[in-house]
């Protein structure tokens, strides 16, 4: 299908610019996953300068619609992600009560989203999350970070759940979370907590225990959303040490948090 141009107006030339490039998105012109054309031939298309281009491409990718990969290209975002960054960065500043709305949310929807699973999974999505746990397992060996195959393991529990809207809406909590999982997952013998829990997971959804897969996935949310509050806390302690905090306080603390274990 040949995609309507609409000419630029010069006065506005940014804005426009943005604009129609979002069009590109919200019309499905450009599909999450498409690779983006260009800059050279979006800047014939459109008869714009780079300059002009370039601008309207950063905020895009700033808003989470189009992610820029060294040596690849731009790619569009899932839908999940669009705004995923600013409320990210919003978040981070937030106080401890909000941050543990949003662990209670997305622990509550990922709960239904296992049951789900359980019942609508085919046997090659199942096979596909034991297949994630394999990955993760073969890079803890390797002792490689294994942040990635954490949050696909989650993806592909929501998408065996076959409920688009349950699974937009855990994907957007994660992507506000993602700093935080990745900083757990650095705390000694964490990441063995993960695959322990993410098996005990897959189990219960290969056996079709839908309560099972429910209260195990229930448990590993608990565990992981107390350990991403206690990094923050630890985090905000170190940026703001006060006299009433002496230095050994914060150390003993400090180390308590890095020998906790799920």
Same mark, same amino acid.
């Given at each position: 299908?040949?995609?309507?141009?609409?000419?630029?107006?010069?006065?506005?030339?940014?804005?426009?610019?943005?604009?129609?490039?979002?069009?590109?998105?919200?019309?499905?012109?450009?599909?999450?996953?498409?690779?983006?054309?260009?800059?050279?031939?979006?800047?014939?298309?459109?008869?714009?300068?780079?300059?002009?281009?370039?601008?309207?491409?950063? %905020?895009?990718?700033?808003?989470? +619609?189009?992610?820029?990969?060294?040596?690849?290209?731009?790619?569009?975002?899932?839908?999940?992600?669009?705004? %995923?960054?600013? +409320?990210?960065?919003?978040?981070?500043?937030?106080? =401890?009560?909000?941050?543990?709305?949003?662990?209670?949310?997305?622990?509550?929807?990922?709960?239904?989203?296992?049951?789900?699973? *359980?019942?609508?999974?085919?046997?090659?999505?199942?096979?596909?999350?034991?297949?994630?746990?394999?990955? *993760?397992?073969?890079?803890? %060996?390797?002792?490689?970070?294994?942040?990635?195959?954490?949050?696909?393991?989650?993806?592909?529990?929501?998408?065996?759940?076959?409920?688009?809207?349950? #699974?937009?809406?855990?994907?957007?909590?994660?992507?506000?979370?993602?700093?935080?999982?990745?900083?757990?997952?650095?705390?000694?013998?964490?990441? %063995?907590?993960?695959?322990?829990?993410?098996?005990?997971?897959?189990?219960?959804?290969?056996? $079709?225990?839908?309560?099972?897969?429910?209260?195990?996935?229930?448990?590993?949310?608990? =565990?992981?959303?107390?350990?991403?509050?206690?990094?923050? =806390?630890? $985090?905000?302690? #170190?940026?703001?040490?006060?006299?009433?905090?002496?230095?050994?306080?914060?150390?003993?603390?400090?180390?308590?948090?890095?020998? =906790?274990?799920?």
């Amino acid at each position: 299908m040949a995609r309507k141009v609409i000419p630029i107006v010069r006065t506005t030339l940014s804005a426009a610019v943005f604009e129609q490039l979002i069009s590109f998105v919200v019309n499905g012109h450009w599909k999450a996953g498409d690779r983006i054309p260009a800059e050279r031939d979006l800047c014939v298309e459109l008869g714009i300068a780079r300059t002009s281009l370039r601008e309207a491409l950063k %905020a895009m990718e700033l808003v989470g +619609m189009l992610d820029s990969r060294v040596g690849d290209g731009t790619f569009v975002c899932p839908r999940s992600e669009f705004l %995923a960054r600013p +409320m990210l960065w919003a978040f981070t500043g937030t106080d =401890h009560d909000e941050l543990k709305d949003v662990l209670e949310a997305r622990a509550l929807l990922e709960q239904d989203l296992a049951a789900l699973a *359980t019942i609508r999974a085919s046997d090659a999505d199942i096979n596909q999350i034991g297949e994630i746990i394999e990955l *993760t397992k073969a890079r803890l %060996a390797e002792g490689q970070n294994i942040l990635e195959p954490d949050l696909a393991f989650h993806g592909a529990v929501a998408s065996a759940a076959r409920n688009s809207v349950l #699974s937009n809406a855990v994907q957007l909590l994660r992507n506000m979370q993602r700093q935080w999982i990745l900083l757990k997952l650095q705390l000694p013998n964490v990441p %063995a907590d993960v695959v322990r829990e993410h098996s005990a997971i897959h189990k219960a959804i290969r056996n $079709r225990d839908v309560e099972g897969a429910r209260a195990a996935m229930r448990d590993h949310l608990a =565990h992981s959303g107390k350990l991403v509050q206690q990094v923050v =806390h630890d $985090r905000d302690e #170190s940026k703001e040490p006060t006299d009433s905090q002496p230095r050994q306080v914060r150390r003993t603390r400090a180390k308590a948090l890095r020998s =906790h274990r799920l």
